[in-house]
């Protein structure tokens, strides 16, 4: 015996209430604008540590025949290597976390 399949109604779409120009006007230091990268990123101050610390890392010191996919990762690392922003915000986290 088959069980009957019920139909689902449609839910309203969701619509977010969180004005997001408004929310950086109250925390502007939520997100900082990458000099380096193109297309006026904002990144979190951790994931610009991230970045600059996996950028400094001896794995991706060299940019030789990897697949696509590895080479395409490294070459945006590559800004990330000499920034002085990624470099300080990553010393200040390493102070915090000692």
């Keep these: ?3 009957i ?3 689902r109604g449609k839910a309203p779409h969701f619509v977010p209430t969180l ?6 006007q109250r925390h502007p230091e939520a997100l900082i604008a990458c000099p380096h990268q193109p297309g006026n990123l904002k990144l979190m101050p ?4 991230k ?4 950028a400094n890392e001896a794995r991706w010191a060299t940019i030789g025949a990897e697949p ?3 080479f395409v990762f490294k070459m945006n690392l590559v800004p990330c290597r000499d920034c002085k922003i990624g470099a300080r915000l990553a010393r200040q986290q390493k102070e915090i976390a000692a």
């Design 1 to 3: 015996m088959r069980r």
């Design 5 to 7: 399949r019920k139909t």
């Design 19 to 24: 004005d997001v120009e408004a929310w950086l």
């Design 46 to 49: 951790a994931s610009c540590v």
């Design 51 to 54: 970045r600059h610390l996996a």
């Design 68 to 70: 696509f996919h590895l």
